[in-house]
Each structure stands twice: as structure tokens, then as C-alpha cells.
């Protein structure tokens, strides 16, 4: 090998070498810019919310007066929303996406209906309420009621988990498929004994994800006329309702400095919530993941 030739890989090395430990540094300024800024918004939180925290602000009603309210109204909202939410969002996505992926024929209708689902995912959501307020209320007179809102934020979060379903069952291995297939299980038990136990892990991610989206939505809810506060649990899935995150948007937009301090206080709950949330859709990716 020539000299010159040397002289220009020794260029190029260097090149690439200063262009890695360029793109090295770039990359740990974002995450540790972003990891500031988590740990400022945490602190804040933290600060402001301990003190005011305890059993009674957890199994208070809305009052007029900071030392009486309590957030158990959009706690219990909250929860009973995601019963909704996660008994047709989940069910219907992932019916979607196992027909999309293993019965649909691949063709324009097929990339059509892909592509719309894809480009739902980022709509933003007051669409969606507007779309909730129309069908639900109007339309379906269902009312500003409990199913109105689940129904509204089931649309929202439906996109999401059909596409998350799509890629958890596009990462089966052929394998498997052509395995159960050689031993001749029909196209169905396939799909519910191989391709499905095969998949759930990132389904169970995808749906949790989605969930936590939704539970953390106020504009939609407040659309569909989710109540700022009510002072009884709802009886039924038709009564009036009200949920965490307009609850402490009420109680920031009051004037005084203790309302804030509530509405931090309702923020950590919120976090609480979510954080157990995300905790069992590791728990269940993981022990699924030992399996297959």
C-alpha cells in the first residue's frame, strides 16, 4: 500500500473519529438536558405538593375552602374512565390489528386504511372531543355522562394501540407460524396460541402507553362536559363525572396561593397512579418474555 493511500485512511479514521465523538456529546447534552428538566419539574412538584398530602385531601369531595377539598371524585373518575377506555380501546385495536396483519390482503385498501390509522394517532385531541361532543352527545344522546367520555377517549387512544398490536405481531418470528402451521393448526389457532402469546408482551407496552395518554387528557373531557367538580360518585356510566386532570386544572386557575399547592398535591397522585400503571405492564412484558 502506498504512502498516499495511508495518509488519506488515516484522514478518514479521524474523520469518522471526530465526527462519533461529536454526535457522542450532542446526545448526552440532550438526555442530560432533558433529565434537568425532569428533576426540576419533579422537585416543583414535590415541593409544593407533600405538604399536602394526607388521607383527608384522598377521600375528600371538591369544597369551596383549600383545608376541605379533596380529590377523590376524579380519582374514582379516573379509574372507572379507564375501565371503559381499556375494555373497547384494547379489545377493538387489537382485533384491528390481527386483522390487518393476518387476514387483510395486502393491497391499496389495506395501505389506505393503515396509513388513515397512522396519521389518527397524531390528530390532536380536541379533535376528538369535538368528534365525542357530536356522535355521543348529540347524535347517540348519551348525554355529558361517564360512557360519553370513555367512548371519546377510547377514540383517542384506539390509533395508537393498533399500531403499537401491528408492530408487536410484525416481530413473531416466521418461524413460529410456519411451525404451528407443519403441525397442522388452522389459521386461527395459530393466532390465539402462538402469534398472540408471542406478541402480548409489546401489546400490554403499547396498550399501557396509550392508557397513561389518556388518563392525563383534560380538553377532550372537557368538551364532552366532564364536570370541574361534583360532590357524589357516579352511580352509573350515565351520570356526571369529573376526573383528575380537570380537577386540578380547576384548582389551579382559582385565585390564591393554596390552590396551586392542592393542585400539585393532586399531580403526585396522578404520577403515583401512572407509575403503577407502567409498573404492570413491565411486570407482564417481563414475565412473557421468559416464556417466549
Not at 438526555?31 to 409544593?48: K, W
Not at 396509550?210 to 364532552?224: D, Q
Request: net charge positive.
Amino acid at each position: 500500500m502506498s504512502i498516499p493511500n495511508q495518509v488519506d485512511m488515516y484522514k478518514r479514521r479521524k474523520r469518522r473519529t471526530a465526527k462519533n465523538k461529536l454526535f457522542h456529546a450532542l446526545f448526552f447534552a440532550a438526555t442530560t438536558i432533558g433529565l434537568i428538566v425532569l428533576v426540576m419539574l419533579i422537585y416543583r412538584v414535590l415541593s409544593q405538593g407533600m405538604g399536602s398530602l394526607s388521607w383527608d385531601f384522598i377521600r375528600n369531595f371538591a369544597a369551596p375552602y383549600p383545608e376541605e377539598a379533596g380529590l377523590l371524585a376524579g380519582i374514582i373518575g379516573s379509574l372507572y374512565l379507564m375501565v371503559i377506555v381499556a375494555l373497547c380501546s384494547i379489545i377493538i385495536g387489537i382485533a384491528t390489528a390481527i386483522y390487518l396483519e393476518e387476514y387483510a390482503k395486502k393491497g391499496r385498501l389495506t395501505s389506505f386504511i393503515q396509513m388513515n390509522i397512522q396519521n389518527l394517532a397524531g390528530v390532536p385531541s380536541v379533535v376528538f372531543g369535538l368528534l365525542g361532543l357530536t356522535f355521543f352527545v348529540y347524535v347517540l344522546d348519551f348525554g355529558y355522562s361517564l360512557l360519553t367520555g370513555g367512548l371519546t377517549m377510547s377514540l383517542l387512544v384506539l390509533p395508537i394501540i393498533v399500531v403499537a398490536s401491528q408492530e408487536a405481531l410484525r416481530s413473531v418470528p416466521g418461524e413460529l407460524k410456519e411451525a404451528s402451521a407443519a403441525m397442522g393448526a388452522s389459521k386461527w389457532q395459530t393466532i390465539f396460541r402462538v402469534i398472540l402469546p408471542a406478541a402480548l408482551p409489546g401489546m400490554v407496552t403499547g396498550s399501557i402507553l396509550a392508557l397513561s395518554r389518556a388518563i392525563g387528557e383534560t380538553a377532550p373531557l372537557l368538551i364532552v362536559g366532564a364536570a370541574t367538580a361534583i360532590y357524589s360518585l357516579p352511580d352509573s356510566a350515565l351520570d356526571s363525572y369529573t376526573v383528575m386532570p380537570i380537577q386540578i386544572y380547576s384548582w389551579i386557575s382559582k385565585p390564591g396561593d393554596e390552590w396551586p399547592l392542592l393542585a400539585a398535591a393532586g399531580i403526585i397522585i396522578l404520577l403515583i397512579i401512572l407509575l403503577i400503571m407502567n409498573a404492570i405492564a413491565v411486570y407482564i412484558r417481563n414475565k412473557f418474555q421468559r416464556r417466549y
